[in-house]
């Protein structure tokens, strides 16, 4: 069975700075993209940031030149440095896989959610 599994996360004031980790686990042949979401009270859940396993990025334009998403494909595990926070980012943050797992087919995985509050 394989897990997402989330870390950090917390209260941050404006212009503060958190680091968000998740490192997958159980039977897992290959990973493809990780990457973060986040969902704000009452939206959809939106792309933040995505790496490819040969470290290729995607970002939201929301956090461009503020949150830097990386990944360690030994320890499967993708980080999210988040610089300069703001009010909007506050939200429920959401790691994200897409791997080969033991049915030998790629699928996405989600972590359990980790909140994100950014407030003075």
């Known amino acids: 069975q394989v897990q997402l599994v989330e870390s950090g996360g917390g209260l941050v004031q404006p212009g503060g700075s958190l680091r968000l980790s998740c490192e997958a686990s159980g039977t897992i042949f290959s990973i493809n993209d990780m990457g973060w979401f986040r969902q704000a009270p009452g939206k959809q859940r939106d792309l933040v940031a995505t790496?490819?396993?040969?470290?290729?990025?995607n970002y939201a334009d929301s956090v461009k030149g503020r949150f830097t998403v990386s990944r360690d494909n030994a320890k499967k595990r993708v980080s999210l440095q988040m610089d300069s926070l703001k009010p909007e980012d506050t939200a429920v943050y959401y790691c994200?896989?897409?791997?080969?797992?033991?049915?030998?087919?790629?699928?996405?995985?989600w972590g359990q959610g980790t909140q994100v509050t950014v407030s003075s």
């Open positions: 994200y896989a897409e791997l080969k797992d033991w049915s030998a087919r790629f699928k996405h995985y």
């Open positions: 790496i490819s396993p040969g470290g290729g990025t």
